[in-house]
């Protein structure tokens, strides 16, 4: 027999924000930077596009997150910038990325 998951409940991302007194829409764009094996993951129900969701291991992870960037709040604004800019097809003539 495989692993098998222990997670019996998960947090709310707005119920992560009001524990942690952290903004929703903000703690939103930091959490973005975790996947389900750092503790986030997406609760969907019926006719819902579903909502952000916190292990216990996630909040902890989250913390850590948010410390680093309450230290550099320039990273969200750089990955904002990335996530914008427009991608250019590479071509065998061309040496850019």
Do not use: C, Y
């Not at 948010?66 to 590479?90: G, N, T, W």
């Amino acid at each position: 027999m495989g692993p098998v998951n222990k997670v019996s409940h998960v947090f709310t991302l707005g119920h992560v924000a009001e524990m942690l007194g952290e903004d929703e829409e903000w703690l939103f764009e930091v959490a973005e930077e975790m996947d389900p094996e750092d503790g986030q993951l997406w609760v969907v129900g019926v006719g819902e596009d579903g909502v952000m969701a916190f292990t216990d291991e996630g909040i902890e992870n989250l913390k850590e997150l948010i410390a680093i960037h309450k230290e550099d709040p320039s990273i969200i604004e750089k990955r904002r910038q990335v996530l914008a800019a427009p991608m250019k097809p590479k071509t065998e003539e061309s040496d850019e990325l």
